[in-house]
């Protein structure tokens, strides 16, 4: 059973748009929600991560929206660049077990 | 400071052979983690190593898989007799504390490239 669900599976921005990654949630135990992002021929990476305490989270161009009553988080990515084009996974975990959505394939348009 | 390396980054056998395969950690990381991603599903937990120990093998599908750490340094999974299903990537984690452990900070899991593994 898939614990982290993530929609879109694609999608395709035009640069300086904004990209937008949802992703739901059922255990409440899960206590850590990680982005990765991952290049091809690559192994995904950390991105940025949230506490379920914080209710947003900015760095830089990304932001984590969590919403804990919902058990919904989402990435947006603001001013999409070419260099964005990835593959973006949101994972939760409890303790060092991390759980993954299926991923999300960005694709920014110059 | 060198990454997480894992060999061989492709690996195509018959069904019913046996396949090894590597992950180096980056140095000093006694956390070592096997995921696996099949058919562009989700990246799926394999098991978990704290130096040499196995910590949790719950994601580990059936008997056929074999994961080894030698004197808490590298690691190896093996898949004998390999089967159609046992085919994706392989990635390989490794960190130095645990998430979110007593001191209750997170830290980082780095991944390796991942090893494509089809099983034909």
Redesign the interface.
């Given at each position: 059973q898939?614990q982290?669900k993530?929609s879109p599976q694609s999608l395709i921005v035009q640069k300086g748009g904004i990209s937008i990654i949802n992703c739901a949630y059922e255990n409440t135990a899960f206590?850590?929600f990680?982005w990765?992002q991952q290049f091809p021929?690559?192994?995904?990476?950390?991105l940025i991560?949230i506490?379920p305490d914080v209710s947003e989270k900015k760095e830089g161009r990304f932001t984590i929206s969590f919403n804990k009553s919902a058990k919904q988080f989402s990435l947006h990515i603001m001013d999409s660049q070419p260099g964005d084009s990835a593959t973006y996974?949101c994972a939760a975990?409890?303790?060092?077990?991390?759980?993954?959505?299926?991923?999300t394939t960005v694709t920014v348009r110059a | 400071e060198a990454g997480v390396t894992q060999f061989p980054s492709h690996s195509v056998i018959e069904k019913g052979q046996t396949v090894t395969l590597r992950c180096d950690p980056i140095s000093g990381h006694d956390n070592l983690y096997w995921y696996r991603r099949v058919m562009g599903k989700e990246i799926k937990f394999l098991l978990h190593f704290v130096k040499e120990s196995k910590q949790d093998e719950s994601g580990m599908p059936n008997n056929r898989f074999l994961a080894e750490r030698t004197g808490g340094t590298y690691s190896t999974l093996k898949v004998q007799p390999a089967e159609l299903e046992d085919s994706g990537v392989y990635f390989c984690a490794s960190s130095r504390k645990l998430i979110w452990g007593l001191a209750g900070v997170a830290d980082t899991q780095y991944f390796g490239p991942g090893t494509r593994l089809t099983v034909l």
């Open positions: 898939q982290v993530q206590d850590y990680p990765y021929g690559k192994g995904p990476a950390l991560a506490r996974f975990a409890n303790d060092y077990k991390l759980s993954f959505g299926a991923g | -």
